[in-house]
């Protein structure tokens, strides 16, 4: 297959979401996924108090929440990390306990969704914010793809535009 064939086979974008250490645990009433429930169509966990308490018995340290400052740093942490790397950003939305990202790169997810999260945590602790504590963020997190750009612009709505809390948000068309 030829350059201009595989590139035929790349979406337009990916929307990356990982959440911050504790603040998600499978069971809770929101919708989460688990290993064996991983794959696109398939329905999410259904509510279980017990298995709630069982995640959380299990955590090694305190759930971790980003404050103001924190949503900052991890903001502008993956925008320097996008521009090292010439990936394009579109938009992020850095809450208290998750963070959205969208953008586009010429690369599967998985090692972008890595990458957005090493440059959070290093971003973090650069500015003195999470000093010493060794789990900032959840362990995997969500890699959608966007096939069109209709799915990409959309994404980017929804990042930008639709969250209820206040937020950092970061919205590539705004910087022009």
């Excluded at 999410?44 to 298995?51: A, D, G, K, Q, V």
């Excluded at 999260?117 to 999470?130: D, E, M």
């Amino acid at each position: 297959m030829g350059y201009e064939q595989s590139c035929l086979l790349l979406p337009s974008g990916y929307v990356l979401t990982f959440a911050c250490y504790g603040t998600r645990l499978h069971g809770d009433a929101r919708e989460t996924v688990d290993r064996k429930n991983n794959r696109y169509g398939m329905p999410f966990l259904s509510p279980e108090s017990r298995r709630s308490r069982a995640a959380a018995s299990r955590m090694k340290h305190l759930a971790y929440h980003l404050d103001p400052a924190g949503q900052k740093a991890v903001k502008n942490g993956i925008w320097h990390g996008c521009m090292r790397r010439a990936w394009k950003l579109h938009a992020s939305q850095v809450s208290q306990i998750h963070v959205h990202v969208v953008l586009s790169a010429l690369s599967q997810p998985e090692p972008v969704l890595n990458a957005r999260k090493s440059h959070a945590s290093q971003s973090l602790k650069r500015c003195g914010i999470a000093r010493g504590r060794t789990r900032h963020r959840a362990r995997g997190g969500s890699t959608v793809y966007l096939w069109t750009e209709e799915a990409l612009a959309n994404a980017v709505r929804y990042v930008v535009e639709l969250q209820c809390a206040p937020m950092e948000v970061f919205d590539a068309s705004s910087e022009d």
